[in-house]
């Protein structure tokens, strides 16, 4: 007899290696705290986002309701059973001598039926647990989305503020080369075209470092808005970078893997079937 249990399809294999890529990189993260108590670590901003994305939540949303309709099309293969009860009384008025009466009635009625050939119901349970299939992949699909995105929020904080650490650090010394020329065109060992180049120079590095300042708030409001929270501040990359090695190391079986297990492929495969 074949089972009617609700089927859910995982994607065990694949869930590994995204799990495992989201760790390593928020091992990477995993730096001192730095000059804020505050910060959060890759893992911890990707769960924000899991609670707030409104297209992941969507796609929750979706794969929920397909599970009810599978358990709704699973309904019309399994017994109906109903049960109905009664009571009921009878006062009889005699005239005298004849003494009153009365009379209780009871009942209750238990039926069940088993449907043994509806192969529209069968039809119905199948469409069902393909719908169930591709919401599945749907939601795999939204979560990968949401880690690639997250993480692309996440790495463009931290590269904003390497840029604008590296552009203060040049302004620094532009200055103290403009203070330099300042010095001695005043003493006439320069001219006032060196103390003018000088003075260029460290106007472009100040435009500059305006612009990665304003990069950087661009960064974090995009990362705030990913995850639904203000003042997100990603923990910096430990020192020194070491990047484990990709296993396996052939590209060969990535793409077997995907061709079996990639939500789109799934999504495909069902929607054919």
């Not at 911890?44 to 992941?56: E, M, S």
């Not at 005699?94 to 509806?118: G, K």
């Not at 880690?147 to 931290?158: E, G, M, P």
């Not at 590095?205 to 305006?210: D, G, M, R, T």
Request: aromatic residues 6%; charged residues 20%.
């Amino acid at each position: 007899m074949t089972s009617l249990s609700p089927r859910r399809i995982t994607f065990p294999k694949l869930a590994d290696v995204q799990l495992k890529a989201l760790v390593m990189a928020a091992g990477l993260a995993c730096g001192t705290w730095g000059a804020s108590a505050q910060a959060q670590s890759l893992v911890d901003l990707f769960d924000a986002a899991r609670g707030f994305d409104a297209a992941f939540q969507s796609a929750k949303s979706a794969h929920d309701a397909a599970v009810a309709k599978a358990d709704q099309a699973r309904a019309g293969l399994l017994p109906t059973v109903g049960l109905s009860a009664g009571a009921s009384r009878t006062n009889v008025d005699n005239a005298a001598p004849v003494p009153d009466r009365s009379y209780d009635a009871r009942n209750a009625t238990l039926a069940a039926s088993q449907p043994l050939y509806r192969p529209v119901n069968r039809l119905a349970y199948e469409q069902g647990q393909k719908s169930l299939i591709v919401a599945q992949a749907q939601l795999k699909a939204a979560e990968q989305d949401l880690i690639v995105r997250t993480s692309q929020a996440y790495f463009d904080v931290l590269a904003a503020q390497d840029t604008l650490t590296y552009v203060k650090a040049q302004k620094a010394a532009v200055a103290e080369q403009l203070a330099a020329a300042k010095r001695n065109f005043e003493v006439g060992t320069s001219t006032v075209t060196d103390s003018r180049e000088a003075q260029a120079r460290f106007d472009l590095v100040l435009a500059q470092e305006i612009a990665a300042e304003n990069d950087l708030r661009v960064k974090r409001l995009a990362l705030d808005t990913l995850i639904g929270k203000t003042g997100a501040e990603p923990k910096t990359l430990a020192l020194p970078v070491a990047l484990p090695a990709v296993t396996p190391d052939d590209v060969g079986q990535w793409v077997n893997l995907a061709e079996t297990a990639h939500p789109g492929v799934v999504q495909a495969q069902t929607a054919l079937d």
